[in-house]
């Protein structure tokens, strides 16, 4: 059973360590970190495929893809499973930062590698890694990852 304090604790690492002001939510199932993070002045808008959900949310119900148009500043999953690669790929092509906490992994990786992974893949593509944990039971890592420096 995963922890519930785990939208909690992930909206105060997302507030402490980003001033986004766009938040998008990928694999946000009900929506519970979206309320998290709106309850902290974050507004948020959840992409998943969820009919059953927190009320009052902005929620696209769809899949991300990386053909979605960006319009936010911050991508971030919990538990995102099959959108983590896509969320990193999608971070890297519009050159956002993204923070997720892993879980499953979308190609048959143990948990280990598939950290590692994650991180090989956004430094691959040109971003900055960093790992931090949150202090919840169960798949607590956080991988951050921010876009290369814009040179003037
Ligand atoms: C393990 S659930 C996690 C849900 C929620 N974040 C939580 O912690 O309870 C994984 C979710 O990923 C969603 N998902 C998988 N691929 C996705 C994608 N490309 N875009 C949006 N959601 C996706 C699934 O629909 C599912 O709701």
New binding site residues.
């Given amino acids: 059973m995963?922890d519930l304090r785990?939208f909690d604790v992930f909206a105060d690492f997302v507030v402490a360590r980003f001033g986004a002001e766009r938040i998008w939510d990928?694999?946000?199932?009900q929506g519970?970190?979206n309320a998290a993070l709106t309850a902290r002045g974050r507004p948020t808008t959840t992409?998943?495929?969820?009919w059953k959900r927190l009320p009052n949310l902005n929620y696209q119900q769809r899949?991300?893809?990386l053909d979605e148009a960006c319009n936010c500043d911050l991508l971030v999953?919990?538990?995102?499973?099959?959108?983590t690669s896509?969320i990193v790929q999608y971070a890297a092509r519009h050159a956002i930062p993204f923070a997720v906490v892993p879980?499953?992994a979308d190609n048959g990786m143990a948990y280990k590698p598939w950290l590692r992974h994650l991180q090989g893949l956004a430094i691959e593509l040109g971003m900055t890694v960093s790992c931090a944990d949150l202090p919840m039971q169960g798949r607590s890592r956080v991988v951050v990852g921010m876009p290369a420096a814009v040179s003037l």
């Fill in positions: 995963a785990r990928i694999a946000g199932g519970r970190l992409f998943d495929l969820r899949l991300l893809t999953g919990m538990h995102p499973d099959g959108a896509i879980c499953c």
